[in-house]
């Protein structure tokens, strides 16, 4: 299994960009791939995930309503649509992926799930 990100840039205060996880590889039916972040010297924090069983989402409370994680299984992608974006979202986004009955198991600490297979990263920027 293989997952690669990709989609990020630099854009100003307020704008918008949409990243992609493209997977490869995955002959499981039930899955679940998560959009974490990194910023320098610290640990990747949860943004958000989506199950493949029936499309549930889910966020960090600390996005506020501003990022949209969608699936395209016939891409075999995954994509965290980012609006009105703040300079504190500025970092590397990566993806992972975890099964959906671990996932099911941390319920809201969702972002405690063991993820793993990364892809390389995209880094976004926000500046003005």
């Known amino acids: 299994v293989q997952l690669v990100e990709s989609g990020g840039g630099m854009v100003e205060p307020g704008g918008s960009l949409r990243l992609s996880c493209e997977y490869t590889?995955?002959?499981?039916?039930?899955?679940?791939i998560g959009w974490f972040r990194q910023y320098p010297g610290e640990e990747r924090e949860g943004v958000a995930c989506?199950?493949?069983?029936?499309?549930?989402?889910y966020y960090s409370d600390a996005l506020e309503g501003r990022f949209t994680i969608s699936r395209d299984s016939t891409k075999n992608r995954v994509y965290l649509q980012m609006n009105s974006l703040k300079p504190e979202d500025a970092a590397m986004y990566y993806c992972?992926?975890?099964?959906?009955?671990?996932?099911?198991?941390?319920?809201?600490?969702?972002?405690?799930?063991?993820?793993?297979?990364w892809g390389p990263g995209t880094r976004v920027s926000v500046s003005s």
């Open positions: 992972g992926l975890t099964t959906t009955r671990l996932l099911r198991a941390f319920g809201s600490r969702w972002y405690d799930a063991p993820f793993a297979l």
């Open positions: 590889g995955l002959d499981y039916d039930v899955y679940t």
């Open positions: 989506i199950t493949s069983s029936d499309d549930s989402k």
